[in-house]
Antibody
């Protein structure tokens, strides 16, 4: 079964750090471009960032609001994606989803995790 | 990159058809056919409904259809059903930007 399972969410104070993980199974993780998407309470979906496969260079790109504070990495030996979040702000409070394209549907995110909640509050 | 613009809400009666618009620019929606649509029920992860502007993934009802004209993409739901009540988001994959979201209400 194709699956993404996020973990690591929780309550953190402003200025703090948190690392999210996303465990993948059922597809060839090493070939996948992986993305993080977040959703603040009652708000819409917001793309956070993406890491390409190592075959395609392994490079990362980030949305402007998180650039310089968030870092995406991957461990293909563990089929796991990470999101290191530093200097957290209250506006980073959101459900964080990892997502990818299986390759079956061009240019679309057809595999999603269940999400993990991050709350930034004093 | 600014979010694509969608109407905040659209409603319709069971059996009717509704259309949700998604307006971008010549740099995103207008340039690429990598527009997709997602359905999200409360507390759930998004689900892919349309990819490459108008193609349906396996298992998605043929009541869902997509199109594009210039910088605006559209999602049409025909034969509206109670289970279609959800939030819908468009996405320009090439520019990695989502729409503002539309709440669909079945009256």
């Amino acid at each position: 079964e194709v699956q993404l399972v996020e973990s690591g969410g929780g309550l953190v104070k402003p200025g703090g750090s948190l690392r999210l993980s996303c465990a993948a199974s059922g597809f060839t993780f090493s070939n996948a471009w992986m993305s993080w998407v977040r959703q603040a309470p009652g708000k819409g979906l917001e793309w956070v960032g993406r890491i390409k496969s190592k075959t395609d260079g392994g490079t990362t790109d980030y949305a402007a609001p998180v650039k310089g504070r968030f870092t995406i990495s991957r461990d293909d030996s563990k089929n796991t994606l990470y999101l290191q979040m530093n200097s957290l702000k209250t506006e980073d409070t959101a459900v964080y989803y990892c997502t990818t394209s299986s390759g079956a549907y061009l240019g679309a995110f057809d595999i999603w995790g269940q999400g993990t909640m991050v709350t930034v509050s004093s | 990159q600014s979010a694509l613009t969608q109407p905040a809400s659209v409603s319709g009666s069971p059996g009717q058809s509704i259309t949700i618009s998604c307006t971008g620019t010549s740099s995103d929606v207008g340039s690429y056919n990598l527009v997709s649509w997602y359905q999200q029920h409360p507390g759930k992860a998004p689900k892919l409904m349309i990819y490459e502007v108008s193609k349906r993934p396996s298992g998605v009802s043929n009541r869902f259809s997509g199109s594009k004209s210039g910088n605006t993409a559209s999602l049409t739901i025909s034969g509206l059903q109670a289970e279609d009540e959800a939030d819908y988001y468009c996405c320009s994959y090439a520019e990695e930007v989502f729409g503002t979201g539309t709440k669909v209400t079945v009256l």
